[in-house]
């Protein structure tokens, strides 16, 4: 069963005016397909899965949105929408493990807290099985001994895994990875990815896997959508995308691309779209035309004025761009 979610926007209310966050993003992902959601930091790529975990800061209002998710659909303007599917339609991976973690339980308690509320009629002796079950699956080593341990006694690495675990134990329809290897060493970094496919492949859901790496995007996704100051300007297989990319400011970002081996920066989140001169527009204040205008080496009169929609890059059906360039006359 497919995950959609349709013109989302969002607004985050600020002393200094409104931030439009994100404005009429729309994604798709097949069942057992993994979505890589890229962009700058600050493009809005946490905005799109708080707004459907239903995790949004206080300051936050969704102007408009809607999401089917196993065949149901919610309407995102309203507050608590998806708040049903938290934990067992959908489960959310961060780049802080310890967001999803409850310091004062033991790795054992949370799991089988897991298992209590997806299947409450189980005895505990099965669950505490099945939670170690987990912790083998996602390859913690001494699982029997992790059960009793508190997640400060575990590495950032191990924590991650114990979360890939919850998250293999709510069985998800779909899964939503942010930055899940960002705060971790590269050699780390391909053990989680493994476990996060192997997930995937175990229960067959859905993944929208949220980066700055396209490295990681061209290794492990099946399709890409491409996010920029809040806008998708490009979405399609990961193969074609790459192939042939319909926008000028995804061209760049594969240009730009450091090596997937490239040496991991000191500070983890170094933004390494950067290369590309200029910044993000002021999210309060959109300019006319297209919004990547400013920053592109191919633009002309027409994109200053004309906001373009999304065009079908060389006729197939799932590749598109948002780039006057493509406009048919
Ligand atoms: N709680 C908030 N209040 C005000 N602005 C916010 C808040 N959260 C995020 N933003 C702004 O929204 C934009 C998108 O942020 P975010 O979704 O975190 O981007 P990304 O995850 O791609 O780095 C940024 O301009 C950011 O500064
Ligand atoms: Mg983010």
Redesign the pocket.
Known sequence: MAISLRNLSVD?S?QQGT?H?LRGVSLEIQEGEMLGLV??????????A?ALMGLL?N??QVTSGTATIEGKNFDLTKRNATAALRGRGMAMIFQDPMLSLNPVFTIGAQLCEVLRRRAPGSDRKTRVEMAQDALAKVKLSNPARRMNQYPHELSGGMRQRVVIAMALLSEPALLIA?EPTTALDVTVEAQIMREIIGLRDRIGCAVLL?THSLGLVTEYCDAISV?YA?EKLESGTVEEVQRQPGHPYTRMLFDCEVPIDRQRHADASENRFTVIAGE?PD?RLRPPGCIFNSRCDVSFEDCTTINPSDYPVRNDAGHSARCLRLRTP
């Open positions: 985050y600020l931030a966050a962009g700058e930091s600050g493009s809005g790529k946490s905005t799109v708080l800061a300051n936050a942010d949220i996010l809040g993000l999210p």
